[in-house]
């Protein structure tokens, strides 16, 4: 089912299942670009960096020493944003809301231990139209993944910061300041 947001002076196409519909179910646009998906593990001693080609990576790729963030641009396959909801216990009704846009924007926990954001980046198209999109946010105890509609590098600046431990060291805080590093 789609339906028009009005946002200010912007139209935003709403999906959203059929009415009935299990909640939880995933509205995956046929037009959705394929995943990218970006992985930074760090601490106050090192980082690494490495693109998922495979999903299935990512069980084994975190710890409790590391802080990780997981950066997913694109929900063009929807077997690989289920699968990622799996190994990282999202719960069903946050997942749609990261999927099923837009919404609005707002914070959610789920579990006592992860924390949904549902935020908004604003960019001027080169028509000088306001370009938005929505960034959606799941953190943990060891963990961020940051979900994004489209392919960008909007959020290079963080990862810059987390290579070079420039600004307020983010290498030594945890996944609830990198959350907010992000939103802001």
Same mark, same amino acid.
Do not use: C
């Given at each position: ?13 709403? !999906? ?87 919404? !609005? ?17 604003? !960019? ?47 290498? !030594? ?12």
């Amino acid at each position: 089912m789609t339906d028009f947001m009005d946002v200010g002076n912007a139209f935003f196409k709403k !999906r959203h299942p059929n009415i009935g519909a299990r909640p939880g179910t995933l509205m995956i646009s046929e037009d959705a670009l394929p995943p990218r998906i970006h992985m930074i593990r760090f601490n106050a001693d090192e980082v690494h960096e490495s693109e998922i080609a495979d999903v299935e990576t990512l069980a084994d790729r975190f710890s409790d020493d590391h802080v990780t963030w997981v950066h997913v641009q694109g929900f063009g396959d929807e077997q690989s944003i289920k699968r990622i909801g799996e190994i990282f216990a999202i719960h069903p009704l946050a997942l749609e809301d990261i999927v099923n846009m837009p919404q !609005r924007p707002k914070t959610e926990s789920y579990g006592g231990d992860q924390v949904l954001v549902v935020t908004r980046i604003m !960019r001027m198209s080169e028509s000088n139209a306001i370009d938005m999109e929505q960034v959606s946010l799941i953190f943990g105890s060891n963990y961020v993944l940051s979900f994004q509609e489209k392919h960008g590098d909007e959020l290079d600046p963080v990862r810059e910061r987390i290579r070079t431990g420039k600004g307020r060291p983010i290498r !030594r805080s945890g996944p609830d300041y990198l959350a907010y590093v992000i939103t802001d």
